[in-house]
């Protein structure tokens, strides 16, 4: 594989990647919503990066309707869908994340949900985001602290996800390295704390099959994985329809820095 092949999104940009994506922002929109508004006041100028079909840019168009806001993402056909679903108002810019100058910048709240992770050389890329900052601005990261489960399928997604994601550069439990790295940027720390979110497993074994659907033709995961994945797809497929929760726990890493 390339190097420019490797630093495509992992879980892609098809159609199952956007279903899973609406998944994730029911899961977490609680969780961010509180989030970014206790760490930005009423900022004029927002961008979200990595907005995917804009999911986190409408939770953020909801926390600060006075707020200009701007959705940047590489990928044209999320960005297509993003625009259909609007708001009104709201800007979507294709755009590398991981690269500066950021469209739109300077920017009062710069907001990242679940994009470090998947990028190499990730201080670098921290920093630069901080760059995008005006004066009194707040960078507001959330990551993937730790996953804990006992279901022994989830366990096994997780696994094989992790592998892919470092294959490509990545870090699945990147929430304890942003914390370090951000302390080390020069900004002033407003938050660094964690965030427990205990989904229903149905909600997530839906999320996990959509994502093996996504990627299961990897050549890592085939070279690696091959023998697993229709026992691995049936075991997703039996947890779809479970009732309850309790077999799996996220806790996410919530890092808000200011520019003072």
Request: net charge negative.
């Amino acid at each position: 594989m390339t190097e420019p092949e490797k630093a495509r999104y992992t879980f892609g940009d098809s159609a199952p990647a956007s279903a899973r994506l609406a998944r994730v922002a029911r899961v977490f929109a609680p969780t961010t919503a509180a989030f970014v508004t206790r760490a930005a006041r009423a900022p004029g100028r927002v961008l979200d990066l990595g907005c995917g079909p804009g999911h986190t840019t409408r939770l953020l168009a909801g926390a600060f309707p006075d707020a200009m806001i701007e959705g940047l993402d590489r990928s044209d056909a999320f960005l297509e869908e993003a625009r259909r679903a609007g708001p009104s108002g709201v800007r979507f810019v294709r755009a590398d994340v991981a690269t500066s100058p950021l469209p739109g910048a300077p920017a009062d709240l710069v907001f990242a949900r679940f994009v470090l992770s998947h990028l190499p050389a990730r201080a670098d890329v921290l920093g630069a985001w901080l760059g995008a900052l005006a004066t009194g601005g707040v960078l507001a990261v959330e990551e993937v602290d730790r996953i804990d489960t006992d279901d022994p399928v989830f366990a096994e997604y997780l696994g094989i996800t992790s592998g892919l994601m470092a294959d490509r550069g990545g870090e699945l439990y990147v929430g304890p390295e942003v914390a370090a790295a951000a302390r080390a940027l020069g900004g002033r720390l407003v938050e660094d704390a964690p965030a427990t979110v205990a989904p229903a497993t149905a909600e997530i074994a839906g999320i996990f099959a959509l994502n093996l659907s996504s990627w299961r033709e990897d050549p890592w995961v085939v070279a690696h994985h091959a023998a697993r994945l229709d026992g691995l797809a049936a075991g997703l497929r039996e947890r779809e329809t479970a009732a309850g929760g309790g077999r799996i726990r996220w806790t996410l890493r919530q890092v808000a820095i200011a520019r003072d």
